[in-house]
């Protein structure tokens, strides 16, 4: 497990560009801030993000830390093109991002699944809504349920499920569109620790077998760890990356991982600069 240069965590300010490499780099932040008008009474403007600068690359996982009002779902919001910088631009594969698109996919805390569709029927609705032919995504979903543990319950109701397994039914029906992206927004926060666990082991297993560039977004430091190729410590607001921070731990982890010293410690510093931005 590396900690960029000496013991200290590497610290990264408005004025700290990375390098970025079209060839190897899937998301880029070029200077990007964010400023959000205030309407009534206290009429002003409150900027969430600064001079935000990251270089994600391609098949990378990156978990986003932060106390809460950071900014962390606004980026990950603009990589979805669901909203876009004021200032600064967001790019994917060298271009600027100016919408949503099926090459991004998005995976939120609470499942949203539609109650009166079966699983098989949640996880084919997207592709199912662009024209796709059955002959195409039939057997993509058959395979997804399979690697997210679910064959068998096709023809069952989310009501029927618990809520680990109404979050695997969201990641296959984001996985069915073979996104290069796939953003989690603490897709696993109001799940119990065992399950939360499980759901982390998970998405490691299918990183594995499809390769997905993931943006994770978390309040959890050992979570973070766990999953993660690089984590980016955000500052309070407005959010810039304080700290770049590389787990260089194999991938797929097992719960060995979780009672290593490597592991401990870096949760260890990771929490202690966390603290710092929580006023």
Known sequence: MTIHHKPALHLMTSQTQPTYNAAEDKVVFEDVS??????????????????????IKTAEIVS?????????????NMIAGFEFPTQGRVLLDGKPI??????????????????????????VLGVKSRGISPDVYAGRAEQLLKAVKLSGFEKHYPYQ??????????????????????LMDEPFGALDSQTRLMMQELVLQLWTEFRPTIIFITHDVAEAVFVSDRILLM???????????????????????????SFVDLQASLLSALKEEVH
């Open 235 to 261: 500052s309070s607001r407005p959010g810039r990356v304080k700290l770049d921070v590389s787990v260089d731990e194999p991938k797929p982890r097992s719960q060995d991982f979780l009672v290593s010293s």
């Open 64 to 76: 986003i830390l932060g106390p809460t009002g950071c900014g962390k779902s606004t980026a990950m």
């Open 98 to 123: 100016l919408a949503p698109g099926p090459d991004r996919a998005v995976v939120f805390q609470q499942a949203s699944l539609f109650p009166w569709l079966s699983v098989f029927e949640n996880v």
């Open 161 to 182: 499920l618990s809520g680990g397994m109404q979050q695997r039914v969201q990641i296959a029906r984001a996985l069915i569109s073979e996104p290069e992206v796939l």
């Open 34 to 55: 964010k400023t959000y008008p205030q309407s009534g009474a206290a009429a002003g403007s409150t900027v969430a993000i600064k001079s935000l600068n990251i270089a």
